[in-house]
T-cell receptor, first 115, second 111 residues
């Protein structure tokens, strides 16, 4: 299984600012994903990070708010832009080495608090 | 819309007992299912998976059962230990490959 790390592990930010979260995988993977998990709730897929092309966003998530980069097969970033307190959440990166139906392994998450 | 739901939001068991966590899914096209364990302050950890061509799969102390007729998935944990205390999520992958998570069940193990 892939080992996934995320930076930062947590942050406290002021509203109106932006935060970029990094996700690093210890091996090349086919698929990378970004999820949001609000306190006490389940995981919601934000987008699929596509290597070398624009990310594929789920309904309710847009590129202007959550720009994503994936420059290679082991690294991706998610930016939370123009933050508001409603963006306070855990942001999780996942990866799978096979196709979209292969097991996804998760990073430890980034805990974001927006004041 | 499509959804994956759990019958019980919380489950409390005695140490040493067996635990059963249930999950109902609504997308009959789903062909791959995963159970994740999430401990406080951590990301989801893969426990066990099952494909739609199977009814049962066993791991170390865990068993997943799949009933496609009633679209039901369950996770059985044998001899539950305090370290099993966590939130457990089922997830399904319908055609198109997106992983859809259920709401989660919090398992509490009493010593």
């Amino acid at each position: 299984s892939a080992v996934i790390s995320q930076k930062p592990s947590r942050d406290i930010c002021q509203r109106g600012t932006s935060l970029t979260i990094q996700c690093q995988v210890d091996s090349q993977v086919t698929m990378m994903f970004w999820y949001r998990q609000q306190p006490g709730q389940s995981l919601t897929l934000i987008a699929t990070a596509n290597q070398g092309s624009e990310a594929t966003y789920e309904s309710g998530f847009v590129i202007d708010k959550f720009p994503i980069s994936r420059p290679n097969l082991t690294f991706s970033t998610l930016t939370v832009s123009n933050m508001s307190p409603e963006d306070s959440s855990i942001y999780l990166c996942s990866a799978s080495s096979g196709g979209a139906r292969e097991t996804q392994y998760f990073g430890p998450g980034t805990r974001l608090l927006v004041l | 819309g499509e959804s994956v739901g759990l019958h019980l939001p919380t489950l409390s068991v005695q140490e040493g007992d067996n635990s059963i966590i249930n999950c109902a899914y609504s997308n009959s096209a789903s062909d791959y299912f995963i159970w994740y364990k999430q401990e406080s302050g951590k990301g989801p950890q893969f426990i066990i998976d099952i494909r739609s061509n199977m009814d049962k799969r066993q791991g170390q102390r865990v068993t997943v059962l799949l009933n496609k007729t009633v679209k039901h998935l369950s996770l059985q944990i044998a001899a539950t230990q305090p370290g099993d205390s966590a939130v457990y999520f089922c997830a399904e992958t319908p055609l198109g490959g997106k992983l859809i998570f259920g709401q989660g069940t919090e398992l509490s193990v009493k010593p």
